[in-house]
């Protein structure tokens, strides 16, 4: 399957006063001035309310139930039920055209908003202990495992073309048939969700995302 991927600043306005300030001398001031901006960079609470720090956003794929929960934190907050996953179900080691979706914790590593399933976002699939088992079950060449090992130490996107295959992520149906879609898991590996869905999914959606997948 083929499939895509996309911190925080913010600028305060002083507010004018409509009163003088009081005729203090002109290096008083100054040294006033600069305890008001120390205190405002120390003690950034009296100036912005505090909303404590944004909870994680990541997506939870239920292989049994066929559900994919977008999670703030422990909380979901959106639902989309009925996807589809690999046409032979799923794995925790996958291999190269098994038709199998792969299980396991997973990042977004690439995100294409044009694609013929609509919209293709990948996962930094395979993990390296998934590579790390298939060496010991002679399922894949040791120079393909030092490809991988390599590029995963360098938090670069694995190899695609290795024996345990590759481009798996979430899509949409694109051009497909929404009935085969609703009926059937039809997949060679990625988890689909209709059009509609992976363009709302889409806001939720940006390198580095988690993504579980059981």
């Not at 190899?159 to 997949?187: C, M, R």
């Given at each position: 399957m083929q499939t895509t991927l996309t911190y925080a600043s913010h600028t305060a306005t002083c507010r004018a006063y409509t009163y003088p300030y009081p005729l203090y001398p002109g290096w008083t001031r100054t040294i006033l001035f600069t305890l008001m901006l120390l205190?405002?960079?120390?003690?950034?609470?009296?100036?912005?309310?505090?909303?404590?720090?944004?909870?994680?956003?990541?997506l939870q794929v239920d292989t049994q139930a066929l559900v994919l929960r977008v999670m703030r934190g422990g909380q979901p907050i959106k639902t989309y039920e009925d996807i589809a996953i690999g046409r032979f179900g799923t794995t925790a080691d996958k291999r190269h055209l098994d038709g199998k979706t792969p299980l396991g914790e997973f990042h977004i590593s690439l995100i294409k908003s044009t694609s013929p399933y609509r919209r293709f976002f990948g996962f930094d699939y395979p993990?390296?202990?998934?590579?790390?088992r298939a060496l010991e079950q002679g399922d894949l060449p040791m120079d393909e495992f030092k490809a991988i090992n390599s590029a995963?130490?360098?938090?670069?996107?694995?190899?695609?073309?290795?024996?345990?295959?590759?481009?798996?992520?979430?899509?949409?149906?694109?051009?497909?048939?929404?009935?085969?879609?609703?009926?059937?898991?039809?997949?060679?590996?990625?988890?689909?969700?209709?059009?509609?869905?992976?363009?709302?999914?889409?806001q939720w959606v940006h390198l580095g995302v988690r993504v579980v997948v059981y």
């Open positions: 205190s405002a960079v120390l003690n950034p609470r009296l100036a912005w309310s505090d909303s404590g720090e944004e909870e994680e956003v990541w993990r390296l202990d998934q590579a790390e995963v130490r360098a938090h670069r996107v694995p190899p695609q073309n290795t024996a345990l295959g590759g481009h798996v992520g979430i899509h949409g149906i694109g051009a497909g048939d929404p009935k085969v879609h609703e009926s059937y898991n039809w997949t060679k590996g990625c988890i689909a969700l209709t059009n509609t869905q992976i363009d709302e999914l889409a």
